[in-house]
């Protein structure tokens, strides 16, 4: 009974061994390929529009500041309404102005009487010196008052000019025709110069549209500067905050005169019409620009992965696939632009990229370029 167990447990082990040595020689599966339609990159004629942040400015804004201090005592306009350059806006107490500008004429006055009287006696010593009958240091002395007068009537009409200066300018006037904002000061508030801002003028139309270029594209911008554009062009539209497209195409202003060095961009100031004011001094757009029929790499959107923020494609090289990054433009359709990262000619995967990685082996099916069998 004895040895029959023994040898039981024998074969027993023997198995087991067995079954555990054909474990380990076992080789997993091949993965099957990966059935996969491509793609033959290439270059076609494409018609879009390149989008970029912007900001609605005015193309002349003055802010109004008063030159005198004093108290408000008049406001001539409504907040918000359209005034015309040289109309009456402000007032500030004119009394101390007009007191001292009174006082000064006064001054001036009484200093050409005393000019007339030092002219009548330098006038009198010089007949008396021709015939000898006066002291020569008696003219002298007249003739050195006579100079004295006239520089005191001098000196006396340059305050009056001054005070009546600081007279003018207690009645302010719009600088330049727009639209004026809200007032930041009320009937009888005190205001003084370099301090107080009383208001701001903003001519609205035309206005003017900022948006910060690339320095790489500086070169395209110059050339559609230089070509012009029509009133009935569309190449240059505005995208409102609320997503409507703005109804007027504009055209480039002008371009800065340097770049940024430290965000490598330059400034580029689009002027679009405002006959309905409904773009706004501060408004945020996005600015459209239409590029029509420019060769493009176009690729089918649908073959570009995306992984934590990058862009990826699979470019078939025989039987495998290698994952590529790539830089991405416009998006048109179902086809999106590649600035970067693929060339004329390559072939990629443009369905089933979800089932690939790195490396992957796949079976090439249909060509979606032209929709035959691929090689």
Known sequence: MLSKLLFSGVLAS????NACSGHQDAVPPKA???????????????????QYPATVTALNE????????????????????YVNKG???????????QAGYDQSVANLNVSKANLAR?????????????QDAVAKQVLDHALADLQTAKMQVSAAQANVRNVQTGLRYATIYAPLSGTIGISQVKMGAA????????????????????LALDEKEIAHFTQLQQKGTKSSDSTFTIVLPDASVYPYPGHIYLIDRAVDPTTGTIKA?????????????????????????TQQLLIPYKAVVEQMGEYFVYVVNGNTVSQRKVS?????????????????????????????????????????TSGTKAR
């Open 118 to 130: 030092a002219q009548q006696d330098a006038d009198r010593y010089q007949e008396l010196a021709k």
């Open 328 to 368: 991405l433009g416009t998006r048109i359709g179902d086809k999106i632009i590649v600035k970067d990262g693929l060339q004329t000619g390559d072939t990629i995967a443009s369905e089933g990229v979800q089932k690939l990685k790195d490396g992957a082996t796949v079976q090439t099916g249909t060509d979606t």
């Open 14 to 17: 023997a198995f087991i061994l």
């Open 87 to 97: 109309m009456k806006l402000y007032t500030i107490d004119q009394q101390q102005y």
């Open 62 to 81: 003055v802010e109004i500041r008063p030159q005198v201090s004093g108290y408000i005592t008049g406001i001539y306009f409504k907040d918000g309404q």
């Open 191 to 210: 205001v003084s110069p370099g301090v107080t801002i009383l208001n701001t003028v903003s001519a609205n139309n035309p206005i003017a549209v900022d």
């Open 32 to 50: 099957p390929p990966v059935p996969i339609a491509v793609y033959k990159v290439s270059e076609q004629a494409a018609t879009y529009f390149n």
């Open 269 to 293: 100031r689009l002027v679009f019409p405002n006959n309905k004011n409904l773009l706004k001094p501060g408004m945020s757009c996005n600015v459209r620009i239409k590029s029509s029929g």
